[in-house]
């Protein structure tokens, strides 16, 4: 009887091992890695540089086999790159719309061949938001704000010109970095902007805008930069006209790269609002989401933060690797 028990026990340890084996054959036929096609806008500033190591690495560590294009700054290359990842059928399209408008033809044509779309960074603007499936990125009018509430506790009550370096036209950043800037100021009487020109989120712009406007206006008092790089431009313009940065002209910056982060412990940079360029790891994230065929939040947003002069140890501040 015992040797029959003995014998059952072993067939059965046998066939549980059997399926075993069989589950792990089955786990070991992975899912194929997704194929993510990605139209970056440009590398107009270390930001995007960032933004773009972000993108790549994150796909190496999560196995997305990536199909990348850089537009450089044109927004015809981003719609042409979008039409060949479409031809390539990728399981997913994601982009950094330079600009807010004119993707509704190249996207409804994504749509049509059952391609999901993630807008990343940038956000578009569509009377069909069917479009594109969900946005990850930064809240640009929450930064605005910070930008005006960080000038209302500098100003104490002062009567201040304002001057903004504004980003590139029609893009989500400027658009909403000036919305907020201008909802946060409003009903402070004391806070004049008295002029705005757009230097594109480019250093060399940054600086010739700076320049103008220099001369343009007798006294300007603060500088509402919508970027780092055009920032580091229109400082070198205010030492060409021999005004001390931070102290006869107040700066306020956007992005939070470390040129910027060394200038404000320097004293010559007195807030820098950070906007978040790492976002890859999200991004791929959301990329399987929805090649799994799953819904995705349709805005994911970075949590951000303010450096300012009003911090008690900016010695503290990480490296900030971009
Ligand atoms: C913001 C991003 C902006 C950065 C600039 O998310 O789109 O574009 O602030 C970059 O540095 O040019
Ligand atoms: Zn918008």
Redesign the pocket.
Known sequence: MKRCAIVWLLALCLLLAGCGAQEAQEARIEEPPILLGFSQLGW??A??LANTQSIKSAADAAGVTLMYDNAEQKQERQIKAIRSFIAYQVDVIAF?PIVETGWDNVLQEAKDAGIPVLTT??MISTQDESLYAGFI??D?RQEGIAAGEFLIEKAQGRELNIVELS??LD???MLHRAEGFREAIAGHDNLKLIDSMSGD?LRPKGRECMKVLLEKHDRIDVLYS????MTLGAISALEDAGLVPGEDVIIIT??GEQAAIDLLKEGRINCVVE?K?QIGETVMELAEKLAAGEEIPRYTYSEERVFSEFDDDLDAIAPRGY
């Not at 919508?226 to 790089?229: L, W």
């Open positions: 107009e500033s930001w995007r950094s960074d940038r990125g930064s640009f980003g590139t893009s989500t950043p989120f919508h970027n780092d790089a956007v992005d906007c360029p």
